[in-house]
């Protein structure tokens, strides 16, 4: 069982900027590198949102309209960490975020397909303040 934290959210203001990090371990080893990891948000009061996944190799990367050009996933394989660069947030972006991994390679037309991940992290608190 691969286990999954979340790490860096915050209270942050308009225009700011945060990064979070997901970083996954079995058997207190390190296991990230061997998965597909996406990043995925909900809101208060709705639905949990895909907003970004990194192939294994990261060599594949997608991004939701609502957060491209302003958000980044990047993969540290030394690590084993994928962050989330979160630039100029908006109120909108206020949720709770939540890292997942997968087996499979993601493509375009799955790679916000919940159902995809296996493993899933607690989730990190993100509030924008204006």
């Known amino acids: 069982q691969v286990q999954l934290v979340e790490s860096g959210g915050g209270l942050v203001q308009t225009g700011g900027s945060l990064r979070l990090s997901c970083t996954g371990f079995r058997f207190d080893r390190f296991e990230l590198d061997a998965y597909a990891v996406g990043w995925f948000r909900q809101a208060p009061g709705k639905g949990r949102e895909a907003i970004a996944s990194v192939s294994k190799s990261a060599g594949r990367k997608y991004y939701a309209d609502s957060v491209r050009g302003r958000f980044t996933i990047s993969r540290d394989s030394a690590e084993s960490t994928v962050h989330l660069q979160m630039n100029n947030l908006n109120s909108d972006d206020t949720a709770v975020y939540y890292c997942?991994?997968?087996?499979?390679?993601?493509?375009?037309?799955?790679?916000?397909?919940?159902?995809?991940?296996?493993?899933w992290g607690q989730g990190t608190q993100v509030t924008v303040s204006s």
């Open positions: 997942a991994a997968r087996n499979s390679m993601p493509g375009q037309s799955n790679w916000d397909d919940e159902g995809e991940y296996a493993y």
